[in-house]
């Protein structure tokens, strides 16, 4: 079965600074996908960004790109110019020819 | 585009009682999940239904847990007798595809339930 673990249970950062949350994950498939999930509080999870495992290039939204290192199963998030709004909570998933796997999440405090 | 809507968005009952929760997913997706989400931990599934036929059900508790979709649309997640253990919110999503990493899936805002 796949796992996903999210190490860091809390992040901080400062207003126009760049944070990066961590994500490792197990699979034995060659062939998936891997998503972040930014859930604010009391409000629906919506996508950041994803990214195929067999694209080499790391995927980018705006100021959200992921490091993604498939031999090492790590694919860690960069927030860059953070903003009030980015504080929530933050979801690593996996996807492989089932439905997804959710890490425990990340929650991202943003300081003024 | 509507997103995906549940109701109630928060409800307090006592255990043993029942509950249900309702969802209606985008129009046209074809695919619904039912997740459970504990505090503190990520969501997890609880079933998957493609139209109005179930996909993925090995993870729910079918001794007190039952959903439906009737019509391929809407559907309703029923919790009876309730425990205190099923506190949770639990989210609904929907997606165009059936499975892949290419099938994103779109949430709802969640029920909150509170097992007293």
């Known amino acids: 079965a796949q796992t996903v673990t999210q190490s860091q249970p809390e992040m901080s950062v400062q207003e126009a600074e760049t944070v990066t949350l961590s994500c490792t994950y197990d699979?034995?498939?060659?062939?998936?996908?891997l998503f972040w999930y930014k859930q604010p509080p009391s409000r629906q999870m919506i996508l950041v960004i994803r990214q195929e495992a067999y694209k080499q290039q790391n995927a980018t939204e705006n100021r959200f790109s992921v490091n993604f290192q498939k031999a090492a199963k790590s694919f860690s998030l960069k927030i860059s110019d953070s903003q009030l709004g980015d504080a929530a909570m933050y979801f690593c998933a996996y996807s492989g020819y089932s439905t997804l796997t959710f890490g425990k999440g990340t929650m991202l405090l943003v300081s003024p | 585009e509507a997103g995906v809507a549940q109701s109630p968005r928060y409800k307090i009952i006592e255990k043993r009682q029942s509950v249900a929760f309702w969802c209606n997913p985008i129009s046209g997706h074809a695919t619904l999940y039912w997740y459970q989400q504990i505090l503190g931990q990520g969501p997890k599934l609880l079933i998957q239904?493609?139209?109005?036929?179930?996909?993925?059900d090995s993870q729910l508790p079918k001794d007190r847990f039952s959903a439906e979709r009737l019509k391929g649309v809407d559907s309703t997640l029923k919790i009876q007798p309730a425990k205190l253990e099923d506190s949770a919110v639990y989210l609904c999503?929907?997606?165009?595809?059936?499975?892949?990493?290419?099938?994103?899936?779109?949430f709802g805002a969640g029920t909150r339930l509170s097992v007293l």
């Open positions: 999503a929907s997606s165009l595809l059936t499975s892949g990493g290419q099938n994103i899936q779109y």
């Open positions: 239904f493609q139209n109005n036929g179930v996909v993925d």
């Open positions: 699979t034995s498939e060659s062939d998936y996908y």
